[in-house]
């Protein structure tokens, strides 16, 4: 592991480290953030937006997908990385996510990236934010190494500070995990939609991060979360397609699917100084289980019992009841389980 002074600094010594030849495609998400194009363009190569599925992996359909040797993930709220494109190199960024010690099944890729936050917003632009770098080759790690100069260090004090509130059974990391656990095991129990996959997550996520099946409308879940006076982060919100992605496309109805993909996932905002026990829990589960009934979406991810208590609705209100009515064919989604 490395400790960088900034994470764009980090980002440009991976990729000069790897051994770019200059003017090369490097794959990014459609939807990244603007620093992660910025170093990929100030370190001479181009970069390649690509498509993402339902799930926000990569997109192997996308235009130019086999041209890059080196692929950066740029994970949503801390979600766990897609897979390694075949043949090419995965970086991880999380520049923007402190991260989880000890926690998810592996990392991925030959390099991961996380942000450890040191500046304050009140302080000047050069002061220290912090950057941590894990790697799984051996050989990347050496070659960075071999790059860091003095400027590069970080403000040790601080990063052990941070460390230190991190770490431990009642450190951010773990308080922030537990509040994680907790509101899953409400939206698998309550909602029954699909999730953030619960393996890999090496990063600290700031949300649980929900995809609004295809049946329901993005726009009226939504609407019915927010009007229940319940927060809601929108992913298009917090990291939409990125402008020029949109410009550099070969592909305008593919680039309009990623879209679509993107903006079928909401996320609870979530803090390590929740109570997991408390009425906080039940409040960022509320919403989203609140809109999965009116959408005719709830339990989506368990169709047996979405038919089950459709049928109870029915029985209990006759057949021109305004309660759930499931919206969703329970036939097809039972049948891919089983």
Known sequence: MLLVKE????????????????????????????????????????????????DLSFD?????????????????????????????????????????????DHLAGAATLWGLHLKRPDEP????????????????????????TADDLPDLARALAQCR???????????????????????????GLPMMPESGVCA??????????????PATFISYVRNENLALDWLPEVQPMFYVAYQATQDRAHTFRTAANIARWVIT???????????????????????AE?????????????RWYGDLMFEWYGPAHDAYQVAFDTRVLSEAAD
């Not at 600290?204 to 409308?217: C, K, N, Q, S, Y």
């Open 204 to 217: 600290l996520p700031f949300g649980m991060a929900v995809r609004i099946p295809d049946e329901a409308d």
């Open 125 to 148: 632009k050069d002061v220290s934010e912090g950057a941590l770098i894990a790697f799984n080759d051996r050989a990347l790690y050496v070659a960075t190494l071999a790059l860091l």
């Open 165 to 191: 509130r991190l770490a431990g059974p009642d450190g951010i990391a773990a308080r922030q995990l537990r509040v994680l656990d907790a509101v899953r095991v409400g939206m698998e129990v309550g909602a």
């Open 60 to 104: 192997p359909n996308t235009p130019r997908f086999d041209d890059p040797r080196l692929f950066w993930a740029q994970p949503v709220a801390g979600m766990s990385p897609p897979p390694e494109p075949e043949g090419a190199t995965l970086f991880v960024d999380y520049g923007f996510t402190l991260p989880a010690p000890l926690h998810g």
């Open 7 to 54: 994470t764009q600094r980090a980002r440009r010594l991976l990729m000069q480290a790897f051994g770019m030849a200059g003017g090369e495609p490097v794959g990014i998400p459609a939807n990244t953030r603007r620093p992660l194009s910025e170093a990929v363009k100030r370190s001479g190569d181009t970069p390649c937006f690509i498509e993402l599925d339902a």
């Open 294 to 306: 009116y959408t005719g979406v709830r339990w989506y991810t368990d169709p047996d019992r979405a």
């Open 269 to 291: 905002p979530l803090g390590p100084d929740m109570d997991a026990d408390d009425d906080e829990i039940v409040h960022a589960v509320l919403g989203v289980l609140k809109a």
